[in-house]
Structures are given as structure tokens and as C-alpha cells.
């Protein structure tokens, strides 16, 4: 509970105790020495207003030694609040008028001015709940009327005070300017209702405007009572979840301090935050306003609340041209026909009941009625067409449309009451309240479900809460042609509209300094396309530095907390701010390594064929005969399947392609180290035949070595489909390899796969290896062991060094590595094992004879 809230109960505890003691006949006790003055009009039902008219400095240091002075208004005439009575009068007569909301019922007012004071806020409001003027706390002495309701306050301080007492007896209290949120709490306030948006809404319309201009880095004041405190509070969670930071956060005295004000000024002059929002009444705004001027503080764009966006005093002095393009949120703009005819009609010697006229016509003519001071005299005959006040402007009901509105809430919620039919009341047993004597519980319960269109064509109602729906005008501070200050429209918010609230007209906005683009509010510069913001140790999140996004990854627009990361086929561009479709490689023909690795690769296989014609046309020699011609043959066509299977490992690979890839390569291979194993096992045999009485061919002979070879060969291929139907090759994009790229490869499920089948050849190889080098000593130039031995060295080193190039190498290079690796293996075969003979029959044919491969050559 705040501090008006408990000084509201002491006193009214302490009224109550004091009106027991006079009611059980206590001597001392009197009624209330002074009356409260107000300003009536008898009626069946009486409507209760509470104005601040007047202003008075209520916290004063008294010494308390002598019994204390009423308190007394000063002559500050508040020419808006008199509006708002007028309106008020107004919508009572016009319903008194009418035949159709209240036809047999005749509405009365009572209006008392608070003076902006808590104290005489509750002198009105208990007048208005006891009907006297010497009021007794818990006693109604209304003997013709009954009070309905009761209209006010402006100041969200005061009607919190009010709320506190009217609550209490359950009487319907509507403000039309009081926006505190606290003052939704119904279990608090439970007859509090109003007709202007509470600033719950204000606060979040605050963070919706300063997003939508970009503006990241703002400073707020607020007003040092609740509903500046409160207002800033909210607004500074709104915009948190937007990720807009507060700059600083200053409070505005509510009792003068010169020294508060230099300080607060010096804190916006230091800060880089060009956007400033301000929760305050025009009263307080004032000395900041003076000192703002005195040290000339320019260059800031002011967020003024609906308290002090409108108002005249700054807009008519010479600090205006500080808050020239102030932004302001504004009660909805409306319109009430016929007030402007109503008031051309005041007449201070026609009106008698009205206490505050005669003041008002003094202070706009600046006259007296008087005969002291040096002003003319008033006549009442002065008129107010020919005046030129703001008070007559009707062009800008705002707070005024707001009372009219909150008269014909309570007419309608009477309305209601009064068409209720036994039996179907809403009360207990159907039961309706009396049409002029009804609780103030009864009415609460229509007013809180009213629902009407008012004269701007708005549809008027309360939530559950009694607030209505939020919708502000956005103010735009200009000056007019002629030198005047002019409230532009510049846009609304409508917070009934769920994710279009804000509307604005940029075109329409002038700001500080005649300039027409809104200014830059941030504690950093925007991080560019390309880069994401990196928080500074210990700052804000607004203040960052701009770090460039990684490889892979992207921001496409400004201020960006995380890059993007580009979908899998994608990749960053150079400027980090698009993804761009990787770059497809594999090793292709059209390439120079796929060119230089194709030609080797055919340069292998018609060389081979070019043995195959030499062995041809040689057949029937004897270095041919002597080579075991069928095994020749088949090892040499092997050999052409080994450089030809090398082109598949070159192009686009394809799940064919990788199938006939892989076993092309394991079954060429197989099949050409089993022929010369075998080539190698008769070498071996031969050698023994020369031993007597051994006769082993007979156990190896050629259907023998053809089994052989074709089981080893078999063996391969059983090792290949094992794989194959565990493990299907696939094509896979490998997008590590090399950055920015993919790399098509053939997938064989797992690298055990190649390492089986490498590692069947290699067994195979270092069997045949080591039967070639036992036999490389064997006599006669028949023996070819020699030649094998060095081609299997050869074949063996080139796999071996294949493995740690395997390993190593990325993306097509690695194809490449493997078709060199196959290609050198078969050249080295090649090479090694048929390359000596061709020059023999080439070259050399004197030495292609029996003589000379039995190892007697021809004596000379």
C-alpha cells in the first residue's frame, strides 16, 4: 500500500471513530468546522465531480502550536481543468434534453475543486458521499437525490486516494485522465474505473514507437511520483524484450532543486542517446524545461507521455525551439457537437451557480471585477468570439471528450438500471435496484458492463480491469506557417488492431532541426551485411563491435547477433552476406589431370595390346613358347582390364560407376597377380622337373593353374559382393574435404572395404614375391623369376606408398592418387615382366633361340 493509500485509511479511521463518539453523545464533539464549496445543480441523481480548478502548496512546515488554517487554493486558475467541468455540464444538460437515455429522470451535478491537493480531494469526495457540505464520515443525508457516481481525478495520486474511500461504499468512480496501472488492481480499487488507456498500454505503444524508428539506445525521465516511476518501469521491460537499451534513467523532482535539475541535464548532454523519453505532467516538466534552455541542450528528440504532449506552456514560450519535433502520444482526438455553441454562451452575469466563472472571464480578457489593481474592469458584456484563447480551440478535445464520455457512461449504465423487469434482474432472485434509490453496488454492476457508441463513432466500453481499449494519436511538435506552434497527427496507435497497433506517416514527421529523416539513437553503429555484433565485456547489449561471420557462414542484413549458416550445398560468399551454391568437383576429362591421367591410362592398354600383337606374331618363337603362352595371354588382358579401369575412377561418379569402379579394380588386379603367382608356381616346377626321377607338372599341369587362377580370382569377387550387399556403394558429397566446395566421391560404405580388397592383392603379391625371390637364382635364361621379383618389388612399394597418400589426400586428388597408384602398378608389371622379352624379339632376335634360353649359346 503506497503512502496516500495508508493516510487515506488513517483518516478515514479516525473520521469514523470521531463520528461514533458524537453519535454516543461525547461533549467535545462538533461537525467539521468548514465547508466545502462547490458548484451544484439539483437533480433526481446526482453526478459527483472532482476537478483540480485550482493549485495550492499543500506540504507546508507548520509548527502546530496553534489550531491549523483551512487549506486555501491559490490564484493559479487551471483554464483546462474549467474546460472539463463545461463538459461535464454539458453532457448533463444534453441528457437532461433527451427523450430517448433518461426520459423521467433529471440529472444534477456537484463539482469541487481539489486544488490539486490529496487533503481537499477528500474534503470533495466525502461532501459528495454524505451530501452535506459539513459531512459526516458514514452517514448519506441526501434527502431528495441519490448520488450515482462520481467523475475525477486528473492526478492518478489523488484518485488513488479517492479509489481508497469511494471503494469502500462501492460507489462508481471514473477518471479521465488518472493512467497509473496500479489503479487496474480490482482487488485494490474495486469500483475504479476509466476512460482513458492506462499506461501499461502507454509504455508498450513507448517501446513499439522507438523500435519501429531504430532507435537502440534511449534515455528515459520520469516524473518522481507513480506515475512517472511506474510508467518508465514498464516501458524499460517493454523494450528489454525488444533488445533496446536504456542509456540512463533520471528521476524529475517534484519539490524544486536547481542542483537536481543541472544534474539531470549535464546526464543528457554527456549521453550519446539522441531519443529521450519523458514521463511527466506539465508542472514538473517546467524548471527542466528552463534549465534545458539555459544550457542550450539541442539536437534530442523528446518522447513526450500523454501528461505533457499537449500541452500549451512549452509550445507558447521560447523554449520551444528545443522540442521541435517532439513525438508525443496523445488521447485520441474527438468530437462533441454542439460544446463549442454551449461555451460562446457563458455569460457570468446569467450564471450564478457558476462559482468559477467570474475567474475564468478574468483570466481570459485580463480583467478585473474589482475596483484595486491597474487591470480594466470586467463588464460581462466582453466576447468571447472575438477572443484568442486556447481554452475556446475545439479543434483539439482530447481530455475534455474524455469527461463527456465518462457523463454518458454513467447515463447509459442508469439506463440500464432502469429498464431492468422483475424477475429478470441481475440481482439475487432476479430481483432489479430501485430506479432513484439504489445502492452504489447496484450501478457499479452496469457501469463496469456499459457499452455504447460515443459522438466520434468510437465504441465505448471497460475490461475487466475498467480500462478501456488503448488508442493514441502520435503528436508531431511543428511550427506553422506563420510562426505558431501546431500538435500534428502523425500516426495512432490502436491497440485493438493485434500486430498493427502502430501506424505512422513518416512523410508527415519533421524533426529537430527542419530535418526530414528521424535521427540515429545507438550506442554502436550498425554492424553491416557480412558481420554480427560481439558484446563489449561489461556493457549493454547495444554496445558491440562488429566481427566478421565465419567461413560458411552469413548475415544478409544490419545488426545481426548471429550469422546465418548456409544450408549444406551452400557456402558464403567473399562478403559473408549471401549464400552461394557450392562449387561440384570431381575429377572430370575435360580437366588437365583427368587429360594427363587418361592418356596414361590408354597409353597403358595399347601398349599392352601392342604385346599381345608381338606375342601374336611371334607365337612360334621360342622366348614366346617358353613363357607358358595361354597364362602370358590371360595376365596380359588382365592387364589391359587394369588400365582401362583406371578411366572409371574419372567423371561424374554415379552408383553404377562406383560399382563397376571398385570390382573392376579388385578383380583386374586378382586376376593379374594369380596368373603370375601361378606363372611363378611353374617356374618353380620347371626347375624341379630337372631333378631326376621327379616328374611333379604331372600335378600342376594347365587345367591345374587355370583353377588356380580363376579360385584366387573368385575368392575377390566373393569379397566384393560380400561387401557390396552389406554395404551398397553410394555417391556422397563430402563438404570437408574442401571449403566452399563438394567433392562427389564414391562411398563404399566404410574404408574396410578398400583395405579388404587391397589386402587380398597384397597377400596374393607377398606370396608371389616370395616364391619369385626363392627362385631367382635358378640357372638357365629360361628362368623369368628374376623379372617377376623385380615387378612385384615394384608393385608392393607403389600399394604401400599409396597407403599414407590415401590417408592424406582430400577431394578429387585422392582419385588421382589411386589411379596413379594402379596405373604405376601396371606399368611396373608391364614393364618388368614382358618388356625384356619384346626386346628380345624386337631387337634382338640372334638371341630368340632354344640355344641361348637353355643356356647354350651358339658356338662361334
Not at 116 to 144: M, Q
Amino acid at each position: 500500500m503506497g503512502n496516500s493509500g495508508g493516510a487515506v485509511l488513517f483518516l478515514y479511521c479516525a473520521l469514523s471513530l470521531w463520528v461514533h463518539s458524537c453519535m454516543s453523545g461525547n461533549p467535545v464533539c462538533r461537525l467539521a468546522k468548514y465547508s466545502v464549496p462547490g458548484m451544484f445543480q439539483n437533480g433526481d441523481i446526482m453526478i459527483g465531480g472532482i476537478f483540480p480548478v485550482h493549485r495550492t502548496d499543500e506540504f507546508k512546515d507548520l509548527p502546530f502550536t496553534k489550531e491549523p488554517a483551512p487549506l486555501v487554493c491559490d490564484k493559479r486558475f487551471d483554464l483546462r481543468s474549467y474546460k472539463w467541468i463545461q463538459a461535464m455540464m454539458f453532457a448533463v444538460d444534453e441528457i437532461n434534453d433527451s427523450h430517448e437515455l433518461l426520459p423521467n429522470v433529471k440529472l444534477g451535478y456537484a463539482v469541487y475543486d481539489t486544488c490539486d491537493s490529496i487533503a481537499k480531494a477528500l474534503e470533495g469526495t466525502f461532501a459528495l458521499v454524505t451530501g452535506e457540505d459539513n459531512y459526516i464520515p458514514n452517514y448519506r443525508c441526501h434527502l431528495n437525490s441519490s448520488l450515482a457516481a462520481v467523475i475525477g481525478e486528473s492526478s492518478s495520486t489523488i484518485s488513488i486516494a479517492m479509489a481508497r474511500i469511494l471503494g469502500i461504499y462501492q460507489y462508481p468512480q471514473i477518471s479521465y485522465f488518472s493512467s497509473i496501472p496500479i489503479l487496474s488492481d480490482k482487488q485494490q480499487f474495486p469500483s475504479f474505473l476509466r476512460t482513458i488507456p492506462s499506461d501499461t498500454f502507454q509504455s508498450k505503444a513507448f517501446a513499439y514507437l522507438v523500435k519501429y524508428f531504430g532507435w537502440k539506445w534511449v534515455g528515459t525521465l520520469a516524473e518522481d511520483i507513480e506515475y512517472g516511476t511506474q510508467g518508465v518501469q514498464l516501458f524499460k521491460e517493454e523494450v528489454k524484450k525488444l533488445g533496446i537499451c536504456i542509456a540512463f534513467a533520471e528521476k524529475i523532482p517534484v519539490v524544486y532543486s536547481r542542483q537536481k535539475y543541472v544534474r539531470i541535464v549535464e546526464t543528457i548532454k554527456k549521453s550519446t542517446a539522441k531519443a529521450i523519453v519523458v514521463f511527466s505532467g506539465e508542472t514538473n516538466m517546467i524548471p527542466l524545461v528552463e534549465e534545458i534552455e539555459r544550457q542550450n541542450v539541442t539536437g534530442i528528440t523528446w518522447l513526450a507521455s500523454e501528461a505533457w504532449s499537449t500541452t500549451t506552456y512549452i509550445a507558447n514560450k521560447e523554449q520551444y525551439k528545443y522540442f521541435e519535433g517532439a513525438l508525443g502520444f496523445g488521447i485520441m482526438k474527438g468530437n462533441i457537437p454542439g460544446f463549442d455553441k454551449f461555451i460562446f454562451k457563458l455569460q457570468p452575469l446569467n450564471a450564478p451557480h457558476d462559482i468559477y466563472l467570474k475567474e475564468f472571464w478574468e483570466n481570459v480578457f485580463g480583467c478585473t471585477w474589482s475596483n484595486q489593481g491597474t487591470k480594466p474592469r470586467c463588464t460581462g458584456e466582453e466576447s468571447l468570439l472575438e477572443s484568442n484563447n486556447t481554452f475556446l480551440d475545439m479543434s483539439e478535445l482530447r481530455i475534455t471528450c474524455n469527461v463527456y464520455n465518462a457523463v454518458y457512461a454513467i447515463a447509459h449504465a442508469l439506463h440500464k438500471l432502469q429498464s431492468c423487469q422483475v424477475g429478470k434482474g441481475p440481482f439475487a432472485k432476479g430481483a432489479c435496484a430501485k430506479a432513484n434509490d439504489f445502492e452504489p453496488w447496484q450501478l457499479l454492476h452496469y457501469v463496469k458492463k456499459v457499452q455504447f457508441i460515443d459522438k466520434t463513432g468510437n465504441e465505448q466500453y471497460f475490461d475487466e480491469n475498467g480500462d478501456i481499449v488503448p488508442k493514441y494519436d502520435i503528436l508531431n511538435w511543428q511550427t506553422a506557417a506563420d510562426g505558431s506552434v501546431v500538435l500534428k497527427t502523425v500516426g495512432r496507435y490502436d491497440g485493438s488492431e493485434l500486430g498493427q497497433e502502430l501506424k505512422i506517416d513518416e512523410q508527415a514527421i519533421i524533426w529537430n532541426g527542419k530535418k526530414k529523416e528521424p535521427p540515429v539513437s545507438v550506442c554502436s553503429q550498425s554492424c553491416p551485411p557480412g558481420t554480427r555484433q560481439s558484446i563489449q565485456p561489461g556493457q549493454p547489449v547495444c554496445c558491440f563491435n562488429c566481427i566478421t561471420c565465419p567461413d560458411g557462414e552469413i548475415s544478409n542484413g544490419t545488426d545481426f547477433t548471429n550469422c546465418i549458416k548456409c544450408p549444406a550445398d551452400y557456402w558464403s560468399n567473399s562478403k559473408k552476406d549471401e549464400c552461394v551454391a557450392r562449387e561440384i568437383e570431381f575429377l572430370s576429362f575435360g580437366e588437365l589431370l583427368g587429360v594427363v591421367l587418361t592418356v596414361f591410362a590408354v597409353l597403358g592398354a595399347c601398349l599392352t595390346f601392342s604385346v599381345i600383337g608381338i606375342f601374336i606374331k611371334n607365337m612360334n618363337t621360342p622366348i614366346v613358347r617358353a613363357n607358358n603362352l595361354e597364362l602370358s595371354f590371360l595376365l596380359l588382358f588382365s592387364l589391359v582390364l587394369c588400365f582401362l579401369c583406371a578411366l572409371t575412377f574419372i567423371g561424374e561418379p554415379t552408383v553404377e560407376l562406383c560399382i563397376l569402379r571398385r570390382t573392376g579394380f579388385a578383380v583386374s588386379f586378382a586376376l593379374c597377380i594369380s596368373c603370375i603367382l601361378v606363372k611363378t608356381i611353374v617356374v618353380l616346377l620347371a626347375f624341379k622337373m630337372t631333378v631326376p626321377n621327379q616328374n611333379v607338372m604331372k600335378h600342376f599341369r594347365i587345367v591345374h593353374q587355370h583353377m588356380t587362377v580363376a579360385t584366387a580370382t573368385l575368392i575377390q569377387i566373393v569379397i566384393c559382393l560380400a561387401f557390396m550387399l552389406s554395404s551398397p556403394p553410394s555417391v556422397w558429397k563430402n563438404r570437408e574435404a574442401v571449403i566452399a566446395k563438394i567433392i562427389l566421391e564414391c562411398h563404399e560404405g566404410s574404408e574396410l572395404t578398400l583395405f579388404c580388397i587391397l589386402g587380398y592383392i597384397g597377400f596374393l603379391a607377398i606370396i608371389d614375391f616370395a616364391l619369385a625371390f626363392l627362385a631367382r637364382n635358378l640357372p638357365d635364361n629360361f628362368n623369368e623369376a628374376k623379372f617377376i621379383t623385380f615387378s612385384l618389388l615394384v608393385f608392393v612399394v607403389v600399394w604401400i606408398s599409396f597407403i599414407p597418400g590415401y590417408i592424406s589426400t582430400k577431394g578429387k586428388y585422392l582419385v588421382a592418387v589411386e589411379i596413379f597408384a594402379i596405373l604405376s602398378s601396371s606399368f611396373g608389371l608391364l614393364a618388368c615382366i614382358f618388356f625384356p622379352k619384346c626386346y628380345i624379339i624386337m631387337l634382338r632376335p640372334e638371341l630368340n633361340t632354344k640355344n641361348n634360353l637353355m643356356g647354350r649359346p651358339k658356338k662361334l
